[in-house]
């Protein structure tokens, strides 16, 4: 009989595959990274319980481009500041990819909240321009020129909060009970330099960032880094109050019922 390749695996297929699937070492990427102060409140709006705000009301926007063995790879964040239990780390609110097969591990594994779009990375001599983007609309962009470098840091750990959770199969709540994951990433870090430019932030009903506005920029850098990640349940959360977030992550029909944005005066 011809072979069913959806039939179960062997045990040697299973250890391979297994084996292919490690990361290998030292992927390095090149990327922009953004920090910008924003409003206290609307920081504090984003986090789900027990996440807390952290000292200060810091935005973060990470797009990169990283060279993965067999294709290239677009990756982005936009994140805020969070403290859990003693532990400051940064809570993504959105993580734009450009393969579909970056998504799988980062969403079913992690709870990260990794959604398919648009990440490029483009320079002209000392001028760059960095963008995510989804559904056509550019929804963060970060422009610029590059200027001197930067010392190097040295090895570093980050740490982001996930809720890891399934949607209950009749639309009503969860199937079982949230997770807190904790996300540690040990980072090095091998050239760095400072970027001259700005944040724009551009309206979105699926990708609402604009609703964090850029009230100080604190840094923008563009730099190449390699990165490994380990993570951990840290506690199990209260289904009732992270239901109103997880519109958070996923493209809702409904939100075109919100509101527009208030015009400033």
Not at 105 to 113: M, Q, S
Not at 140 to 166: C, S
Not at 230 to 259: F, K, M, N
Request: net charge neutral; aromatic share 6%; proline share 9%.
């Amino acid at each position: 009989m011809t072979r069913v390749r959806y039939g179960p695996r062997g045990e040697a297929e299973s250890t391979a595959a297994r084996r292919g699937g490690a990361r290998p070492a030292d992927i390095w990427s090149t990327g922009v990274v953004a920090s910008w102060e924003s409003d206290p409140e609307a920081v504090a709006a984003v986090l789900p319980p027990p996440l807390k705000p952290g000292e200060r009301p810091l935005v973060r926007a990470t797009i990169s481009r990283v060279e993965l063995p067999g294709y290239p790879l677009g990756a982005g964040s936009v994140a805020v500041s969070a403290y859990h239990s003693g532990h400051p780390g940064w809570y993504p609110l959105v993580m734009p990819m450009t393969q579909e097969r970056a998504l799988i591990g980062g969403r079913e594994v992690f709870g990260e909240p990794k959604k398919l779009g648009e990440v490029t990375l483009a320079r002209e001599g000392a001028a760059i321009r960095a963008q995510l983007a989804r559904h056509g609309i550019a929804f963060v962009e970060v422009r610029g020129v590059v200027g001197g470098e930067l010392p190097l840091p040295g090895e570093t750990e980050k740490l982001d909060f996930y809720f890891k959770f399934l949607p209950a199969v009749d639309g009503n709540g969860f199937d079982t009970d949230p997770v807190l994951i904790y996300c540690t990433r040990r980072e090095k870090v091998r050239k760095l330099a400072a970027v001259n430019g700005e944040v724009v932030l551009r309206e979105s009903a699926h990708d609402p960032v604009v609703d964090l506005p850029v009230r100080r920029l604190v840094e923008i850098t563009l730099g190449e880094k390699t990165t490994d990640q380990r993570g951990r349940v840290a506690e199990r959360v209260s289904a009732r109050a992270l239901l109103p977030y997880i519109h958070q992550r996923y493209d809702d029909a409904r939100q075109i019922l919100d509101e527009p944005p208030a015009e400033e005066s």
